[in-house]
């Protein structure tokens, strides 16, 4: 079975603080992409990254990182000196390679970062 | 990446009415899924819609309840029948890239069952 858990359910910061949400994933295949959106108040879905299972490398933008570790099944989204216009709700989701592309979805992490 | 719209972004509707929701792409793809956002959750599949043959629909979700449209490579609907207030919800489309790893979203049909 293939499962997304986002055990934090509601994360507040203050402006400029580093924050982290964590995303676990489960799944039989050895062949399988995660990804990260965010879903600000507006309710558009923003695609922000693609991780496939064999590139474990970890990822920057400009304030954001990735770390993936296949080894405890995580795939760790941080945001550095966060910002307002960072309070979104923040999806992680799996994809393998016999879904036809559909994705499985986490619960979501709803970001406030205050002033 | 693909461009997609929808149409109608919101909408109020009375209970036991059908909305039909449209989705469209800039460009051909194969597979088009549709999802669904119930208040304070994470998005559902519906169902997926390959043109040219019957949508296949996920665990929970029925053809009767959710008839899907496939008419070509860049157009889908979706119809909520019989609605109630349960179905209150955001309803998104997406399509895959030209690898399926890949999945953009459209903006969303925020739907409100009165």
């Known amino acids: 079975a293939q499962k997304v858990t986002q055990a934090q359910t509601e994360i507040s910061v203050v402006e400029k603080e580093d924050v982290t949400l964590d995303c676990v994933y489960e799944t039989r295949d050895t062949t399988y992409y995660l990804f990260w959106y965010k879903q600000p108040p507006s309710g558009e879905l923003v695609f922000l990254i693609r991780r496939n299972s064999f590139d474990e490398q970890n990822e920057i933008s400009g304030r954001y990182s990735w770390n993936f570790q296949k080894s405890t099944s995580s795939f760790n989204f941080t945001i550095t000196a966060s910002q307002v216009v960072d309070s979104a709700v923040y999806f992680c989701?799996?994809?393998?390679?016999?879904?036809?592309?559909?994705?499985?979805f986490g619960q979501g992490t709803e970001l406030s970062v205050k002033p | 990446s693909a461009v997609i719209s929808q149409k109608p972004s919101r909408d109020i509707c009375q209970r036991g009415t059908s909305l039909t929701i449209q989705c469209q792409v800039d460009?051909?793809?194969?597979?088009m899924f549709w999802y669904r956002q119930q208040p304070g959750q994470s998005l559902t599949l519906i169902a997926t819609?390959?043109?040219?043959?019957?949508?296949?629909?996920e665990s929970g979700f029925v053809i009767d309840k959710f008839p899907i449209s496939r008419p070509n490579l860049t157009f889908s609907t979706l119809t909520v029948s019989n609605m109630s207030p349960e179905d209150s919800s955001i309803y998104l489309c997406s399509v895959g890239g030209t690898t399926y790893n890949e999945q953009f979203f459209g903006p969303g049909t925020r739907l409100t069952v009165l």
């Open positions: 989701a799996l994809s393998g390679p016999n879904q036809g592309g559909k994705l499985i």
């Open positions: 460009s051909q793809v194969t597979m």
């Open positions: 819609a390959n043109q040219g043959s019957e949508a296949t629909y």
